[in-house]
């Protein structure tokens, strides 16, 4: 599986971006996905996730409210929508992909996640 992260660019603080993440396989629909960031020097983070159908999705506390994940799995095509960006949410975008064929489940740790993207920065200017 390869994932390919789009989106990412220098936004303003106060506005929004969408990244977009897209899948190679064709039988994309059975992966949950999760995304996260790293910021330089720091560790990755954690986002939010979402199950294989779209049906579950579960977020960090301190994305709530501001982020929203999303998928389309007919174009293997898995979405974030960030709103309200804040200069400390500059980091490098990742998006991850874990094959589920018989669960509903999301999934928030990094190690859960096989396939990974190869990242897109997001610059939030003050």
């Known amino acids: 599986v390869q994932l390919q992260a789009s989106g990412g660019g220098l936004v303003q603080a106060g506005g929004s971006l969408r990244l977009a993440c897209a899948a190679s396989?064709?039988?994309?629909?059975?992966?949950?996905m999760g995304w996260f960031r790293q910021a330089p020097g720091k560790e990755r983070d954690f986002l939010g996730a979402?199950?294989?159908?779209?049906?579950?999705?579960y977020y960090a506390d301190f994305v709530k409210g501001r982020f929203t994940i999303s998928r389309d799995n007919a174009n293997h095509t898995v979405y974030l929508q960030m709103n309200s960006l804040k200069p400390e949410d500059t980091a490098v975008y990742y998006c991850?992909?874990?094959?589920?064929?018989?669960?509903?489940?999301?999934?928030?740790?990094?190690?859960?996640?096989?396939?990974w993207g190869q990242g897109t920065l997001v610059t939030v200017s003050s």
């Open positions: 979402i199950n294989w159908n779209g049906g579950r999705t």
């Open positions: 991850a992909a874990r094959y589920v064929p018989y669960s509903e489940a999301v999934y928030v740790t990094s190690p859960r996640y096989r396939y």
């Open positions: 396989v064709s039988t994309s629909s059975r992966y949950a």
